[in-house]
């Protein structure tokens, strides 16, 4: 089992930024990828970015593409998405993911951080 615990959303106008932290704890050393999810009102949760624990590869979403960075700390199971440019909408919760190794799937979710941005 892996736990994970989200922290850093808050309300931010149009243009600034944020930065979302994870803390992971648990089975982590069964971790292979860590991933940024969002849910926004009425739509479905959706990828946000994604980051290997071994070699830091990344992958982002198109629309969050060179605003958003993902970004992770071994040392601490830590994991983070600094995101700037915002855009109101961008405004949903987000929530970090686990995806084992061996898995096809993120199987481990935190419980997510609001994130709103103002117009």
């Known amino acids: 089992q892996v736990q994970l615990v989200e922290s850093g959303g808050g309300l931010v106008q149009a243009g600034g930024s944020l930065k979302l932290s994870c803390a992971a704890s648990?089975?982590?050393?069964?971790?292979?990828?860590m991933g940024w999810f969002r849910q926004a009102p009425g739509k479905e949760r959706e990828f946000v970015a994604r980051?290997?624990?071994?070699?830091?590869?990344?992958y982002y979403a198109e629309s969050v593409k060179g605003r958003f960075t993902i970004s992770r700390d071994n040392a601490k199971n830590m994991v983070y998405l600094q995101m700037n440019s915002l855009k109101p909408e961008d405004t949903a919760v987000y929530y970090c993911?686990?995806?084992?190794?061996?898995?096809?799937?993120?199987?481990?979710w935190g419980r997510g951080t609001q994130v709103t941005v103002s117009s």
């Open positions: 980051i290997l624990w071994i070699g830091g590869i990344t």
């Open positions: 993911a686990d995806r084992p190794m061996g898995g096809s799937d993120f199987d481990y």
């Open positions: 648990g089975r982590t050393f069964s971790s292979y990828a």
